[in-house]
């Protein structure tokens, strides 16, 4: 027994090295979850800038791929009304175009007031200028075209490309962007693209054309404000404060720790970049609302790891348990067999002997083989009675049973096997009812051997109570035993338990309550039992009632 603790001591060792094992490993793992949470959410705030450019700018890009280029289709007859429709689109659509000046260009061979490439002229035939007012487009005709930088630059990109442009095949992207774009910092010109025909036309026009002869072109300068570009914030949980500033902008004291980096606008908002901010509690706010599915998964491990560890220790605790009822029941039970056994042995030895015996001697030895037979038959059949009962192959055979009749007989066995049992009974209201009277018996058995097994010797006393409920009959056992401590009740019914006191040093297994509980519960009954402590036990049987 002692080695066998010793091995389940060990095992509790491991569980309890199990456990904070685990323990360990679950705080080592929330913190490194959580920091390499807190640094990924460091990461995308200064990566996911890009996201909140790209949104940003989509309008920019649009207007620029291609509502622009949406000025080529009027092949140069665009007018000051088509023009104003034009540009109401413009504003409409795109918030941040703050002005939009149209030109109205001839390209001849007239030289006055004109850009000249290679004998051709390119002037301003009108002017007009376009800034939204009240939801509507209002425009006005510039009269004084002699100093527009914007068209000079147009021009002289224009001319080139008719003196230079390779009429036998298309023009690339980068060959239109170098020839009718113009991009500057808050600003953009565009002047229609030319066609291959076009060109020959105007190459024509150079050598053979008269000065009364021209082409009609268009060009447009789209000037911008940065300011009323929409900020369209992709990433709230990131960036707590996105604005737009000057590229030279120099924040002031970052007093407060704020996490801080910026992107800078492309094309004609290079001079301007997107500024971010976040104090470090916001970023902490989404750290900590990643980290909490995380940290929840983590901890359902741990639950499932410690579950496991109170099942293992559960499962040992119980084997502790069983391997001590099993051994005080096969060491009491080596016991009660070993007497009997002993007692007929020497009673056998004497009678097979060699002397003589008297007529006296042979039946006192007979007497004493009966009994302690007897003994070992009422255990057996015992132990076999609880297996049939905890197996449910025994039939209850109920007759009618007259109660006092009944009772007494049990007062008078017991008076007659222990003469210093003081016994009373009283019997209320009920005359006879419906049972098993042997399973009774057992029940009467029992209770009443424990009532004088476990009293002191002076105060070996035991009242039985038979009284009817209303649909129960009721059997009260009372005595003024040693009485049963309080965290023992639950224990007392159970299999092979046994209470530890001076009067259970030997002798018992352990079965005689929990064959008493087996034995109510198959006749559909209930026992309970109320004790004190040097004051004495009762046990309350009650059974169904059928009369």
């Known amino acids: 027994m002692k080695r066998q603790e010793n091995i389940y001591r060990k095992n509790f060792s491991l569980i309890i090295f199990f456990l904070v094992l685990i323990s360990v490993t679950f705080i080592i793992a929330l913190i490194v979850s959580y920091s390499l949470n807190a640094k990924y959410v460091e990461n995308e705030f200064s990566s996911k800038k890009i996201d909140v450019l790209e949104q940003t700018i989509k309008p920019y890009n649009d207007l620029f ?21 034009y540009t109401d689109a413009v504003f409409h659509d795109y918030k941040f175009v703050k002005k939009v000046v149209f030109y ?22 009108s002017m007009y200028q376009f800034w939204p007012k009240d939801g509507h487009v209002t425009g006005l005709r510039i009269w004084n075209t002699t100093d527009e930088p914007d068209f000079n630059q147009m021009a002289i990109k224009l001319g080139n490309y008719i003196a230079l442009s390779d009429t036998t095949r298309g023009s690339t992207q980068a060959e239109i962007f170098r020839s009718f774009y113009d991009v500057k910092p808050d600003k953009i010109s565009y002047s229609n693209i030319l066609r291959r025909e076009d060109v020959k036309m105007f190459r024509e026009l150079e050598k053979h054309g008269n000065l009364s002869s021209f082409y009609k072109q268009n060009m447009m300068t789209f000037f911008l404000d940065p300011y009323l570009l929409k900020v369209k914030n992709s990433h709230k949980e990131l960036y707590q404060d996105i604005s737009i500033q000057p590229v030279v902008y120099d924040p002031p004291d970052n007093q407060n720790g704020n996490l801080i980096t910026e992107v800078a606008l492309p094309g004609a908002f290079s001079d301007y970049k997107l500024y971010f901010s976040s104090a470090p509690n916001y970023l902490n706010a989404e750290t900590n609302r990643r980290f909490m599915p995380i940290g929840a998964l983590v901890l359902l491990i741990y639950c499932f790891l410690v579950l496991i560890g109170w099942l293992i220790y559960r499962n040992l605790n119980a084997n502790i348990k069983l391997f001590k009822l099993q051994y005080d029941f096969i060491n009491n039970f080596t016991h009660e067999f070993k007497t009997p056994v002993s007692v007929i042995k020497i009673a056998g030895s004497n009678l097979s002997g060699d002397g003589e015996l008297s007529e006296r001697q042979r039946k006192q030895y007979g007497k004493i083989l009966n009994e302690e037979a ?11 009675s609880f297996t049939q009962l905890e197996n449910k192959s025994i039939n209850i055979k109920k007759e009618e ?47 009443m051997e ?6 002191h010797p002076q105060k070996k006393e035991l009242s039985i109570t038979v009284s009817h409920g209303k649909k129960n009959i009721i059997f009260s056992f009372a005595d003024k035993g040693i009485g049963i401590q309080k965290n023992e009740l639950l224990n007392i019914f159970k299999k092979f338990y046994r209470v530890e006191n001076q009067y259970n040093q030997n002798g018992s297994v352990g079965l005689g309550l929990a064959f008493c509980k087996e034995l109510v519960n198959f006749m559909d009954g209930e026992i309970i039992v109320n004790s004190k402590v040097n004051e004495g036990s009762e046990f309350i049987v009650t059974l169904p009632y059928e009369n």
Request: net charge positive.
């Open 65 to 85: 791929q291609n509502k622009i280029p949406e000025i080529t289709s009027y092949q140069g007859f665009l007018d000051s009304t088509s023009a104003a429709k």
């Open 104 to 125: 109205d260009i001839e390209i001849g061979k007239q030289k006055n007031n004109a850009v000249v490439k290679d004998n051709l002229g390119i002037s301003i035939r």
């Open 374 to 384: 007897d003994k070992l038959n009422e255990l057996m059949n015992k132990l076999l």
């Open 401 to 447: 049973i007259n109660v006092e009749v009944f009772v007494s007989s049990y007062i008078e066995t017991f008076r007659v096997k222990y003469p210093d049992f003081k016994l009373k009974f009283k019997v209320l209201d009920i005359m006879s009812f419906y049972t098993d009277p042997v399973l009774l018996g057992s029940i009467f058995q029992n209770l």
């Open 450 to 455: 424990n009532a004088y097994k476990y009293s």
